[in-house]
């Protein structure tokens, strides 16, 4: 089933926490979505090791279609969107969002207020699910990429509108 009939059933995509034996399928995902620029073997093999990392992996009819990595630095508050990866085939079914929304409950539950992210400023597609995700545009950092573009900074709040933005 590919993205047509799974945006009408985005309900339908699986949420799980990602382990060991997911390294193989993530690795795949990693070097289909982002090519060459994919996360190395050794990076997922860490991250999915990593007791400050939640690795979120969505699942749709038993294939693995998307992957969100949350880092949860002990020594503040804030949780990092480090990476956030969905197939083409499923571009803009929703997944994204869900993936997100995993993400944060992760954040949450780790005691985390706020969560932010860092993405290019041509990144149209990941720039209109964070928005409709609830982010806020808070900074870019200049010439933060590879090729120069800068990086657009988003946040969003954990735990409730009235708590305050970490400096
Ligand atoms: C960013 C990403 C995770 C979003 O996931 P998603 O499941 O496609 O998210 P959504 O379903 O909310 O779709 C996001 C937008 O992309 C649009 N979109 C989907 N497929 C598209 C395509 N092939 N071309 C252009 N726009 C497309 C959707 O219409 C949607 O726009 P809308 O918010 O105005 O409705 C996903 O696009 C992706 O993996 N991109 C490549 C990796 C990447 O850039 N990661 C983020 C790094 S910061």
């Known amino acids: 089933m590919r993205a047509t ?3 009408r059933s ?3 995509v699986d949420v799980r926490g990602g382990g060991a034996d997911d390294l193989d399928g993530l690795v795949a995902l990693e070097q289909v979505v982002f090519a060459a620029d994919a996360m190395t073997r050794r990076s997922l093999k860490r991250f999915l090791a990593s007791q400050t990392a939640d690795v979120l992996i969505a699942e749709f009819a038993g294939e693995i279609v998307g992957c969100a990595i949350v880092l949860s630095h002990p ?3 804030l949780a990092r969107l480090y990476s956030i990866a969905v197939l083409a085939d499923y571009a803009g079914a929703g997944v994204g969002p869900v993936l997100l929304a995993a993400a944060e409950d992760a954040a ?3 005691g985390r207020n706020e969560i ?7 990144n149209e597609r990941a720039i209109s699910c964070y928005r409709k995700s609830g982010y806020d545009e808070f900074g870019r ?3 933060y990429y590879r090729d120069f573009g800068d990086a657009l900074r988003f946040r969003k709040r954990l735990l409730g509108s009235d708590t305050r933005w970490q400096t």
Not at 116 to 122: D, I, K, P, Y
Request: glycine share 4%; with cysteine; hydrophobic share 25%.
């Open 116 to 122: 932010r992210l860092e993405v290019h400023e041509n």
């Open 141 to 143: 950092l200049c010439g």
């Open 75 to 77: 020594k503040t508050s």
């Open 108 to 110: 949450r539950a780790r």
């Open 5 to 7: 009939s799974l945006k």
């Open 10 to 12: 985005h309900s339908e």
